[in-house]
């Protein structure tokens, strides 16, 4: 069963998460654009020169010529989502020629990226949603880096397999132990000892912007949450949350 349940989203991957994001991510404001080369595994270098970024995802999975692949051709559409970063690349919503859904739904949903919090925030929330429920698609049935020990989420309650992850994004869930203020920072604890599960801290200053997107630390206690963010260690794996795209619900 587990194998054939498998099987059966690996084939919905096409399907599932198209249709919420043609409607949220696409705009009538798209730019055309003639491919010259890829400079890395999500830069696009165009024929004019300008480089454009694919927004919302890092992607450890994907090889530059599967990403020529799925762009089919070297003309497509784009989506702009400036500021450009500091290398002078635009971050970007890119579709392949007479699609409807962003080329980064795709690459979420056959598990050759995870998506990155930071800079979500540009897209419409229905955006946001529908790129999430790519990437749920390909988690779900562990494909791509999703089964990759590497990048395979992590337990928030397992230390020591998320300091493997030190200086490197990560995916972790677990369920909140206790939310703690102190000295200007919130620490919300996966665990009663801080050297064996994961820590998130939130800075005061950022208390409010979490707040008003329904994601109050304090409310938090005894919640399933799923966090993403750089691990750092101080007295045991930590991840810093400055933007509400880094926690997701779990437990809905």
Known sequence: MARGAT???????PFFPMAPAQAACRDEALSHGRMASLADDRALVLADGRKLILAGIEAPGIAPSRLGEMI???????????PADRYGRMPA????????APLQSAVLAQGQSRLTPFGL???PEGCRAALRAAEAVARLAKLGVWGDPRYAMRHADRAADLLKD??????????????????????????????QALTVTVLKRNEKTLTAAGLAPRLLENRRI????????RNGPRIEVSVPEQIEMADK
Do not use: K, Q
């Not at 099987?7 to 991957?13: D, H, P």
């Open 7 to 13: 099987y059966i989203l690996a084939l919905a991957v």
């Open 72 to 82: 089919g051709g070297d003309t497509f559409t784009f989506r702009e989502l400036p």
């Open 93 to 100: 919503l890119a579709f392949a020629d007479g699609a409807d």
């Open 121 to 123: 925030a540009r897209l």
């Open 166 to 195: 030190r200086g490197h994004m990560t995916v972790a869930e677990g369920r909140v132990v206790s939310v703690r203020e102190s000295g200007g920072v919130i620490y919300v604890n996966f665990g009663r000892r801080w050297s």
């Open 226 to 233: 799923r966090v993403r963010g750089w691990v750092e260690e």
